[in-house]
């Protein structure tokens, strides 16, 4: 018998060995994800990966059964032209090329989840819908990360080869019993493809989504390696719906946690000028005055300039993002919004009515205005500015001049920051200006006549970080010459945090803690306080240090305030991470699974979890009252005051 007779099969059996040739396969991929991204994994013992790769199985069925399914369908029906050479040549080609994209989405997320700690879901589609030059954004990311795609080519060469190791067997004769077996089959077939599908064959099994990978693992910051980036993407797909939620009468709601702030008289309304620096990817990891106990206290950081910013500011120890991509942060900033779940930008609930401190300052006579390098429209931001009341917007295009385009994102941060001094000089006071850096984002580069000027560090980022602290630095320098400068508040921002070295900054509260400063040149608003700040909480901050007199809508609180209720919320991969006094909780919509001392436990290692109830009682009370805010006033649209 000779070699191509050993590999014809049914065409059953041939079905069989393909799909657990996939399954193979995307255990590979979770392995290649596993070790390119080790350093975020480190801490799972031997036994508890073995346990993980095989609760991955469960979430690789349901991707796989999606993706082939019109694969599967074809060649289980039950007639003869399935035999067909043509036939079985176009179910070939189908079954690689959608295989490919699958595997494809798997092996981005080699690189792009050390970004964003989550596998990547269906919002990256609408996150990057306005940018002008994808193309080369793609080209520039294939290039970076140039070994992954030989990597890749290997990979779908062997997928190929792999497939081909089984052919069919010819045709049998069909008589009306081979048809009603070949029926039963089919049955059989879509019956077991059905419970693959839904994650388990009971009647009491809800269909399969991404927080059931919290079954199989220890820490919430796990679950990206239990599922796949296919998995991830299709649970996504369809905009999420948030559901109406009643743990408490309203009275008993509104005693912990109402998103709407009363004035409280505390003197005049002081018109100071307000600009907001946002940055992109400051983690706070970065900035060595933040960190003066590690390493001994021999870490000096990348940002010498925002160091002595530090020391001339109000912030805390505890400060952090309300989200992991730059999408999230501009409704958490400016509007006190955070995203939950997905960023509330590309939700279904972003055309609530929505107020922000540009539309209340701008109701008090303030000019408005936006600063971004990018071209105009990237990440949606001039429309997002436009809905939040600001006026003014000054892009790529305003600034016409591409000499000094970065050729990726946009005008580099330096040049970019003079032009945007020289403009607000021409503002009437008072004026609300914010501001979004684009440097300091991957690839990871700096103007060629800077290149080697600044301390490299064992992150790509830290390089373009210390070029952007530059031209914060220069941006100040031209700003303390105008006559707007001491009547100013500044707060400077990170939009997130992004890849960690430091091992205190590989953990779950470490991977949102930023930056927050308030700086007032012309005033003593300074010190550094223990209590936790989010972004959400800057608009609060700002309006009551100004005394605004009326009240508002926001989620946040004010920094300044010498009451204990506040807290920390954000929400990745569809687990809640809540801080509150000394302590982190992970929720993930059911149970807490996690509870962490932040002051004892800096690398979140003692999971205390039912060890201490009463903290975990009060954290979960306190969390499921902003939920029951948070859905509610989503759907029922009231994000404002008065409706």
């Known amino acids: 018998m000779n070699q191509t007779t050993k590999r014809e099969q049914s065409i059953y059996t041939a079905l069989t060995y393909r799909f657990l040739l996939l399954l193979v396969l995307y255990l590979f991929c979770r392995l290649g994800f596993y070790f390119t991204n080790l350093s975020l994994f480190k801490h799972i013992a031997f036994t508890d990966l073995l346990y993980i790769l095989l609760g991955g199985i469960k979430f690789d069925i349901v991707a796989l059964l999606y993706i082939n399914s019109l694969y599967i369908v074809l060649q289980a029906i039950p007639f003869p032209f399935r035999y067909r050479t043509g036939y079985q040549r176009f179910c070939k080609w189908l079954f690689i090329i959608t295989n490919s994209i699958g595997f494809f989405a798997n092996f981005i997320d080699f690189a792009y989840y050390k970004y964003t700690l989550k596998r990547t879901t269906a919002s990256v589609f609408s996150q990057f819908s306005n940018e002008k030059n994808k193309l080369k954004l793609t080209f520039d990311f294939l290039l970076d990360y140039w070994y992954l795609v030989i990597l890749f080519a290997i990979f779908i060469y062997a997928f190929v080869k792999l497939y081909q190791l089984v052919e069919l067997k010819k045709a049998p004769k069909f008589t009306w019993q081979i048809y009603v077996a070949h029926t039963l089959v089919l049955v059989l077939i879509a019956g077991l493809s059905v419970i693959g599908m839904r994650g388990g064959w009971r009647h009491s099994t809800r269909p399969i989504t991404m927080s059931n990978a919290g079954d199989f693992v220890k820490s919430p910051g796990d679950m990206s390696l239990v599922l796949n980036t296919p998995f991830t993407i299709m649970k996504t797909l369809k905009a999420s719906n948030l559901k109406p939620v009643n743990y408490y009468d309203e009275q008993t709601l509104n005693s912990l946690y109402i998103p709407i702030h009363q004035p409280e008289n505390k ?34 950081g990348y940002t010498p300039f925002i160091d002595s910013l530090v020391t001339n500011s109000f912030t805390s120890s505890y400060t952090y993002a309300n989200g992991r991509k730059s999408i999230d942060a501009l409704p958490s900033i400016i509007s006190g919004i955070p995203s939950i779940r997905e960023p509330f930008v590309l939700s279904k609930y972003s055309g609530n009515r929505t107020t922000s401190i540009a539309k209340l300052l701008g109701d008090e006579g303030y000019e408005t205005a936006f600063f971004h390098g990018a071209p105009n429209g990237s990440m949606g931001f001039s429309a997002y500015t436009n809905l939040t009341g600001i006026k003014n917007y000054f892009g790529k295009n305003e600034y016409n001049n591409d000499t000094d385009f970065d050729g990726i994102w946009g005008i580099w941060d330096e040049p970019f920051m003079q032009y945007m001094a020289k403009t607000i000089n021409t503002f009437k006071q008072p004026f609300f200006s914010a501001f979004f850096s684009v440097s300091s984002h991957h690839p990871f580069k700096v103007p060629k006549k800077y290149i080697g000027k600044f301390p490299k560090g064992p992150l790509p980022v830290q390089e373009p970080m210390g070029y952007t602290d530059m031209a914060i630095k220069k941006f100040f320098a031209t700003a303390s010459k105008m006559p707007w400068y001491k009547n100013t508040l500044f707060v400077l921002v990170a939009d997130h945090a992004t890849v960690s070295y430091l091992p205190e900054y590989q953990t779950l509260a470490g991977s949102f803690s930023i930056p927050i400063l308030f700086y007032y040149p012309g005033g003593d608003l300074k010190g550094k306080t223990d209590k936790l700040i989010q972004q959400t909480d800057i608009m609060p901050t700002v309006l009551n240090y100004l005394n605004y007199n009326k009240p508002y809508f926001a989620f946040g609180f004010d920094a300044l305030s010498n009451k204990k209720d506040n807290f920390v919320v954000n929400n990745n991969d569809g687990s809640f991470s809540f801080f509150k006094g000394d302590y982190l909780l992970i929720y993930d919509g059911l149970k807490s699974t996690a509870l962490f001392n932040l002051k004892t436990d800096r690398l979140n290692k003692n999971n205390l979890v039912d060890k201490e109830p009463a903290i975990q009682t009060d954290m979960e009370k306190y969390l499921k009252a902003f939920i029951q805010q948070y859905n509610n006033r989503m759907i029922k649209d009231q994000l404002t005051i008065g409706n």
């Open 267 to 300: 003197g005049d309304f002081k018109k100071l000028n307000v600009v907001f620096l946002i940055i992109e990817s400051l983690g706070k990891e970065h900035v060595g005055a933040l960190n003066k106990d590690v390493l001994n206290g021999t870490y000096k």
